[in-house]
């Protein structure tokens, strides 16, 4: 089964800062892969699905990239709503598998 | 707009079967456009994907759980089922369901619900 290993698991950060999350697939996945944000009692929330595609009402500081085994999502300047835990999620016809999530906190 | 509900018994004994329900309002169960999913997350660990089903009724399970696990949906109710047969504390988890879009990747969720197996 092909593993995802997410970094880092926690990440202080401040109002303004640019911060990038990693995903790492233990073989190569193509850019099948998409990125949740999810907040505590809440349904997690899809922000970018095929390594680099921007959802639909997603602000544009967020953004991801990568192909192959390498992927990162980086925001360009946190604002306050961002504080969450991010999600990468490995997927395709048959199989799925999850980082372990990263939660971002305010340094 | 989409909308997904689980429901279901917070509390399951080890040995019976977890069942829960997903209502979902805003989109069709019965659309060909779209899979039906069931995801959990333990408390403290990462999200598991437990299966798919489609309109049709076809499933996909994950392989470590597919020998316990069956989907089923109700058009009429427009409603999709999760049962996990001789569930242990390994079981206790938010569960999630999901709709996945026909590239494969899931598009909304519901806000989960906890089931605690515990005697």
């Known amino acids: 089964d092909i593993q995802m290993t997410q970094s880092p698991s926690t990440l202080s950060a401040s109002v303004g800062d640019r911060v990038t999350i990693t995903c790492r697939a233990s073989q190569s996945i193509s850019t099948w892969l998409a990125w949740y944000q999810q907040k505590p009692g809440t349904a997690p929330k899809l922000l970018i699905y095929?390594?680099?595609s921007l959802e639909s009402g997603v602000p544009s500081r967020f953004s991801g990239s990568g192909s192959g085994t390498e992927f990162t999502l980086t925001i360009s300047s946190l604002q306050p709503d961002d504080f969450a835990t991010y999600h990468c999620?490995?997927?395709?016809?048959?199989?799925?598998?999850f980082g372990q999530g990263t939660k971002l906190e305010i340094k | 707009q989409v909308q997904l509900q689980e429901s279901g018994p917070g509390l399951v004994k080890p040995s019976q079967t977890l069942s829960l329900t997903c209502t979902v309002s805003?989109?069709?169960?019965?659309?060909?456009?779209?899979?039906w999913s069931w995801i959990r997350q333990p408390a403290g660990k990462a999200l598991e994907w437990i299966g798919r089903i489609y309109s049709n009724g076809a499933t996909n399970y994950s392989p470590s759980l597919k020998s316990r696990v069956s989907m089923s949906l109700d058009t009429s109710e427009n409603q999709f089922f999760l049962w996990i047969n001789s569930v242990t504390a390994a079981d206790t988890a938010v569960y999630y369901c999901?709709?996945?879009?026909?590239?494969?990747?899931?598009?909304?969720w519901g806000r989960g619900t906890t089931v605690t197996v515990s005697s």
């Open positions: 805003g989109d069709s169960v019965s659309s060909s456009t779209y899979y």
């Open positions: 095929k390594a680099s």
């Open positions: 999620l490995r997927y395709n016809p048959y199989s799925y598998s």
């Open positions: 999901a709709r996945v879009t026909y590239y494969f990747y899931m598009d909304v």
